[in-house]
């Protein structure tokens, strides 16, 4: 496949409107038109998203493409939309509600891509809503190229048991690396970039490389997806996280690394932990619970090796004993 652009990045955007300005003019300064290619994949939003898009593209019609969607079927989906159309020999991504350091793409791709890799990881700087956040990156800039920035290159496995994984947003992936493993998103509402990940570079022959670039600004929204408590979704999260769970317990069988498998088991129980939690804001009988804590320990996913101290104790008490945590709920609603 010809790739006419050096890097594509696929926003996802579902009713962001008011989020639209500050990313949209990140985006302006990352590159120019001939490097870059922008793909928007509006995903049946009601509010003015498409309109604010249509706009966009208008201004820019070398390097954008916006793919308008009839159905809401979620994240996973519309990367996976933007993926069949992208045309960057790299390809990343992007919350349509967080944003970018001026030129980041531009110099994370002239100054750390190499043809040796598969992979880019860099980094993110966590800030609130509540924050002066256009104000942060109008101040913020690149940095001087340095070979001590290159923080680690290795394996994809390798990778896997030093860092973190579970955004895609903070990565570079080689297109043609994609198109061989024909991977793809999980429809899932939980965790699917951590399997996005662990699809890719679990896989033998992946060389990644980690820089010390903070040029992304992830925004913690209180009603973002991640946060949102309505009861009604409570029951469908609970579920895609142990789908999820499941999944990567599929992956262990494959690999014959323990550390692999150690660390997997790791995320798995790291991930379980959100289950308690919504456990007390939805209606699931305890036998139900019974069942999920014994899944969860076939997996290695349970009991929790205690590493975040008083919580732990909290949760396993009250994954022993649900008929405790039943009661729990009436003084939580």
């Given at each position: 496949?010809?790739?006419?652009?050096?890097?594509?990045?696929?926003?996802?955007?579902?009713?962001?409107?008011?989020?639209?300005?500050?990313?949209?003019?990140?985006?302006?300064?990352?590159?120019?038109?001939?490097?870059?290619?922008?793909?928007?994949?509006?995903?049946?939003?009601?509010?003015?998203?498409?309109?604010?898009?249509?706009?966009?593209?208008?201004?820019?019609?070398?390097?954008?493409?916006?793919?308008?969607?009839?159905?809401?079927?979620?994240?996973?989906?519309?990367?996976?939309?933007?993926?069949?159309?992208?045309?960057?020999?790299?390809?990343?991504?992007?919350?349509?509600?967080?944003?970018?350091v001026d030129n980041a793409y531009k110099d994370l791709y002239e100054h750390y891509v190499s043809e040796d890799i598969q992979?880019?990881?860099?980094?993110?700087?966590?800030?609130?809503?509540?924050?002066?956040?256009?104000?942060?990156?109008?101040?913020?800039?690149?940095?001087?190229?340095?070979?001590?920035?290159?923080?680690?290159?290795?394996?994809?496995?390798?990778?896997?048991?030093?860092?973190?994984?579970?955004?895609?947003?903070?990565?570079?992936?080689?297109?043609?690396?994609?198109?061989?493993?024909?991977?793809?998103?999980?429809?899932?509402?939980?965790?699917?970039?951590?399997?996005?990940?662990?699809?890719?570079?679990?896989?033998?022959?992946?060389?990644?490389?980690?820089?010390?670039?903070?040029?992304?600004?992830?925004?913690?929204?209180?009603?973002?997806?991640?946060?949102?408590?309505?009861?009604?979704?409570?029951?469908?999260?609970?579920?895609?996280?142990?789908?999820?769970?499941?999944?990567?317990?599929?992956?262990?069988?494959?690999?014959?690394?323990?550390?692999?498998?150690?660390?997997?088991?790791?995320?798995?129980?790291?991930?379980?932990?959100?289950?308690?939690?919504?456990?007390?804001?939805?209606?699931?009988?305890?036998?139900?619970?019974?069942?999920?804590?014994?899944?969860?320990?076939?997996?290695?996913?349970?009991?929790?090796?205690?590493?975040?101290?008083r919580s732990d104790v909290l949760f396993d008490f009250l994954f022993r004993f649900p008929h405790i945590l039943s009661t729990?709920?009436?003084?939580?609603?």
């Amino acid at each position: 496949m010809r790739y006419p652009f050096k890097l594509s990045v696929i926003l996802p955007c579902y009713n962001v409107e008011k989020y639209l300005d500050l990313s949209l003019r990140c985006l302006e300064n990352q590159w120019d038109d001939d490097s870059l290619e922008i793909v928007f994949v509006n995903d049946c939003s009601t509010d003015g998203t498409l309109n604010r898009l249509r706009a966009f593209c208008d201004d820019h019609p070398h390097n954008t493409r916006l793919v308008n969607k009839t159905h809401n079927e979620g994240v996973s989906k519309a990367r996976n939309d933007g993926l069949s159309v992208a045309r960057g020999q790299w390809i990343t991504f992007l919350d349509p509600d967080d944003a970018l350091v001026d030129n980041a793409y531009k110099d994370l791709y002239e100054h750390y891509v190499s043809e040796d890799i598969q992979v880019l990881s860099f980094e993110t700087n966590i800030h609130s809503e509540k924050e002066e956040i256009t104000r942060i990156i109008s101040s913020a800039s690149t940095l001087p190229y340095s070979r001590e920035r290159v923080k680690w290159v290795g394996t994809g496995k390798e990778f896997f048991k030093r860092y973190l994984t579970n955004v895609c947003w903070i990565f570079f992936y080689s297109h043609q690396l994609i198109d061989r493993l024909h991977v793809k998103f999980r429809d899932l509402t939980y965790l699917e970039d951590a399997l996005f990940n662990m699809d890719i570079i679990l896989n033998d022959g992946i060389t990644v490389k980690r820089v010390d670039c903070k040029y992304h600004y992830w925004i913690h929204r209180a009603n973002s997806l991640s946060n949102i408590q309505s009861p009604e979704r409570n029951v469908e999260l609970i579920d895609n996280i142990m789908t999820a769970l499941g999944y990567m317990q599929e992956m262990k069988n494959g690999i014959n690394d323990a550390q692999v498998i150690e660390r997997i088991s790791w995320k798995q129980q790291d991930s379980s932990r959100g289950i308690v939690p919504i456990l007390l804001r939805c209606n699931i009988h305890c036998n139900q619970i019974r069942s999920i804590r014994q899944q969860l320990k076939s997996w290695n996913a349970y009991p929790y090796h205690r590493s975040r101290g008083r919580s732990d104790v909290l949760f396993d008490f009250l994954f022993r004993f649900p008929h405790i945590l039943s009661t729990m709920r009436l003084f939580i609603r």
